[in-house]
C-alpha cells in the first residue's frame, strides 16, 4: 500500500467510526445497492429494477440517492420536468430544506434525473444526510400511503453511506473488471479495501451475461450462502468468475451469489420515442460518453449488433457544452454516421443544449434470476 493509499485508508477509517457513531434507523425498511468500486457495476439500472420489483410486490418504494454533482440542497424531490418544490425544514439539510424552483440535471445530478424519467410514479429524494431525507419523505408522502410499513426505502450507492441503517446491504461486482488493479484511491478503482465485502447480505456479480431463459436457481455449494445461478443445471464455466467467486468467499461465505447482465433493449430518440435494435441494422452511428467505463459501453454497442462508424470519450459525469455538441456533430458527419449514439446519463447532461435530431440513447436494463428477489424481499 502506497503512502497516498495509506492517507486515503487513514481517512476512510476516521469517517467510517464517526459514521458509525451516527448512525440511525428509519421507521421503514431500507435496502442499500452499492459497490466497493468507483463505478462500472450498474447501480443505476439495478436499482431501477429494484423500485420496479418492489412495486410489483405492493411496496411503496422510495430512492434515497446523494445526487452525484447536482447542486440542489437536499432534501428534495427529483423530477426530470419543471415542479417547484417547498419542502418543511428539516434540521441539518440547509435552511429551508432547500427549495428548487426547476428540475435538470444540473440540480439534482444525472442518474437521479434519469431515475426520475424512467421511475414516473416512485419518489426520488436528493439529499446527503440519507436519513433526513427518509424523515423528508415519510413527512411527504404520508398522506398517499395508508400504511407506513409499505414504504420501502432504496438507497441508491448506500454501500459505504455508514449513517444510516439498513434491513439488507446489496453488493453489485462487476464480472468483467471486478476490483481494477486493486488499490485504493487515488490509485485505483477500489473505496475501501476487499475485506470490507463482509458487510454484504447479498452478492450480485453484475455484466456476467448469464442466459436469462434459464430454469429456476439452485443453491450452491457452502453452508449458509452458495452461488446462485439463472439454471439449475448452470455451471460456471469461465475460469475468472470461478476465481472471483472463491475470493469473494473468503471474505463473506454467508451471503448468496447472484448472477446478473445489463442487457441493451432498445434505443430511445431525443423526443421519448423507442427504437428496436433491429432499427439500428444497417445503419452507422457515432458513438460517445461520459461514463466511468466508456470501454464497456462501447462493446455493449458493438454486442448488440451496432456498426460504430467511430467514438468519442469523455470523463465520467462530463458537463457538455456547446462545443462539445458541436465537436461531436462534426465527428460524426466526418465518420460518414446516420445517427449518433450515447448512453441514457449522457442524454440527462445534455439536457438544455439543442440536441440533434439523430441523436439517441441506448437503454439498459438489469436483468437478475428471480431468486434474487426472494432473497432480498
Known amino acids: 500500500m502506497t503512502i497516498f493509499e495509506h492517507l486515503y485508508y487513514l ?12 448512525q440511525k434507523k428509519l421507521p421503514c425498511k431500507v435496502i442499500s445497492i452499492g459497490n466497493i468500486t468507483a463505478g462500472g457495476t450498474g447501480k443505476t439500472p439495478a436499482t431501477i429494477a429494484m423500485a420496479e420489483e418492489a412495486q410489483k410486490r405492493g411496496f411503496k418504494p422510495c430512492i434515497l440517492t446523494r445526487g452525484y454533482r447536482g447542486k440542489a440542497k437536499g432534501p428534495c424531490f427529483v423530477k426530470d420536468s419543471y415542479t417547484p418544490i417547498r419542502p418543511s425544514p428539516i434540521k441539518g439539510e440547509g435552511k429551508g430544506g432547500g427549495v428548487v424552483h426547476h428540475a435538470t440535471w444540473y440540480l439534482f445530478g444525472d442518474e437521479p434525473v434519469l431515475m426520475a424519467e424512467r421511475l414516473k410514479d416512485v419518489p426520488i429524494v436528493k439529499g446527503t444526510d440519507r436519513y433526513n431525507s427518509g424523515l423528508f419523505a415519510i413527512e411527504n408522502l404520508r398522506s398517499q400511503i395508508s400504511d407506513l410499513k409499505s414504504l420501502l426505502f432504496i438507497l441508491d450507492d448506500g454501500f459505504q453511506h455508514y449513517e444510516l441503517f439498513r434491513d439488507r446491504n446489496i453488493l453489485l461486482i462487476n464480472g468483467t473488471n471486478p476490483f481494477g488493479n486493486r488499490r485504493l484511491l487515488p490509485l485505483g478503482l477500489l473505496r475501501e479495501p476487499l475485506s470490507e465485502i463482509k458487510r454484504a447480505d447479498v452478492i450480485v456479480i453484475t455484466k456476467t451475461e448469464v ?19 439463472q439454471g439449475s443445471g448452470f455451471r460456471i464455466q469461465d475460469s475468472r468468475l470461478k476465481s472471483l467467486i472463491e475470493e469473494i468467499k473468503r471474505f463473506n461465505s454467508k451471503a448468496p451469489i447472484f448472477f446478473a447482465e445489463h442487457t441493451p433493449s432498445k434505443l430511445r430518440t431525443i423526443h421519448g420515442d423507442s427504437l428496436s435494435l433491429e432499427w439500428a441494422k444497417g445503419k452507422r452511428l457515432f458513438g460517445f460518453c461520459g461514463i466511468g467505463n466508456p470501454e464497456s459501453f462501447r462493446i455493449t454497442l458493438l454486442s448488440a449488433g451496432i456498426e460504430l462508424a467511430g467514438f468519442k470519450t469523455y470523463g465520467d459525469h462530463y458537463r457538455y457544452t456547446l462545443d462539445d455538441r458541436e465537436t461531436i456533430i462534426k465527428n460524426a458527419k466526418e465518420c460518414g454516421a446516420d445517427w449518433i449514439v450515447t448512453t441514457e446519463k449522457d442524454i440527462m447532461r445534455l439536457k438544455g443544449l439543442e440536441l440533434p435530431e439523430n441523436l439517441v440513447a441506448l437503454v439498459i436494463e438489469f436483468r437478475v434470476d428471480e431468486g434474487f428477489y426472494e432473497e432480498v424481499f
Do not use: M, N
Open 11 to 22: 481517512g476512510y477509517l476516521i469517517d467510517k467510526y464517526f459514521a458509525l457513531k451516527r
Open 211 to 229: 442466459p436469462p431463459t434459464q430454469p429456476s436457481p439452485s443453491r450452491g455449494e457452502g453452508k449458509g450462502g452458495g452461488v446462485r445461478s
